[in-house]
């Protein structure tokens, strides 16, 4: 069993594997912990497509990375997950040109943001971060299964303790929209979309798992305030201070950030370990929903029955039943 931990980086966890056979999506592909994610990917060999809404970004991306690793079987998919009509296009343009996919890595998303609602009428971080992806994962599955043995990455976040999936409101009809408790949900469902998705797949040879990257300076971060970053950072230090935290916390690069993210779409040591939340590239621990310790996963961002409903919530929102 390798070990690495919060100071891991991407080109350390994937020391040592080739992944010239290998084909990769990558949502959100076009900045950030999706840019390096894409490079680190590339650099082992791997043919990697860009999903993104910028393609002229996308571009620029693409440039810098086959100037820096040599490896020029880099793709781009227009994709905006905030449309489930834009989603179906994007699926069946994905579908037309590739036959198979190896690894999917969810990492798209957008955080805090003041109340607004995607095209269909989703509050926007869960239908963003969680609809879109779970709609364009199940229309490409075909893709993975042919791929199998494949992986699916679901971009959560330490955030998802902010919330469990509230099912009688999740679009914020009748409560006041609270934008960290908006994203709270949306990263608790993206690591129920991962315990869903495995429960469903993992038979067939497609493993998924929720991933909780750290804190990174990225665009992410574009809707928060001031306040918000210095609360941020004052949280950090604090739980630094904390023995129980030891080893956990700290502001990451985007090298670091995005470790935990290649770590569980390559590791061979994770097979059969489907469903799992991951942290600091390594499996997180089960922590007491009621805890004030940071690090960990709460128990119902990993509840079996509540993935069971919110699959059926997802399907039931988007119109459209998934296996």
């Not at 935990?260 to 994770?270: G, H, M, V």
Request: hydrophobic share 40%; glycine share 10%.
């Amino acid at each position: 069993m390798r070990e690495f931990n919060n100071q891991s980086t991407t080109d350390e966890v994937l020391d040592g594997l080739d992944l010239q056979s290998k084909r990769v999506l990558v949502t959100g592909g076009a900045s950030g912990l999706g840019a390096e994610t894409v490079r680190a990917m590339a650099a082992k060999g791997a043919e990697v497509i860009i999903a993104a809404r910028n393609e002229q970004a996308a571009n620029e991306v693409k440039v810098s990375i086959v100037e820096s690793t040599g490896n020029d079987k880099i793709e781009f998919l227009h994709l905006e997950l905030a449309s489930l009509a834009k989603i179906k296009a994007s699926a069946a343009d994905f579908n037309a040109r590739f036959d198979r996919l190896d690894i999917l890595i969810n990492n798209a998303g957008i955080m805090a943001c003041p109340f607004d609602k995607t095209e269909d009428g989703f509050e926007m971080q869960f239908g963003s971060n969680h609809i879109g992806h779970f709609y364009f994962t199940n229309l490409i599955m075909p893709a993975l299964l042919k791929a199998a043995p494949a992986r699916v990455v679901s971009l959560s976040s330490l955030g998802h303790r902010a919330s469990p999936i509230v099912f009688d409101d999740i679009h914020y009809e009748e409560r006041a929209y609270e934008k960290w408790q908006a994203y709270g949900q949306a990263k608790t469902a993206n690591a129920l979309f991962a315990v869903g998705l495995n429960a469903r797949f993992a038979d067939k040879g497609v493993e998924a798992f929720g991933v909780h990257p750290g804190v990174i300076a990225t665009n992410l971060a574009r809707h928060i305030t001031e306040e918000d970053i210095q609360r941020i950072v004052d949280e950090n230090k604090e739980m630094k201070k904390d023995p129980a935290n030891a080893g956990r916390g700290g502001i990451k690069s985007v090298e670091q950030g995005a470790a935990t993210s290649c770590y569980a779409a390559t590791a061979p040591e994770l097979t059969g370990k489907g469903g799992a939340y991951l942290e600091d590239c390594g499996l997180a621990e089960k922590v007491p929903d009621d805890t004030s310790f940071r690090g960990g996963v709460r128990g119902f961002a990993i509840d079996p029955e509540a993935a069971e409903k919110l699959w059926a919530a997802s399907e039931a929102i988007g119109g459209q039943k998934f296996v």
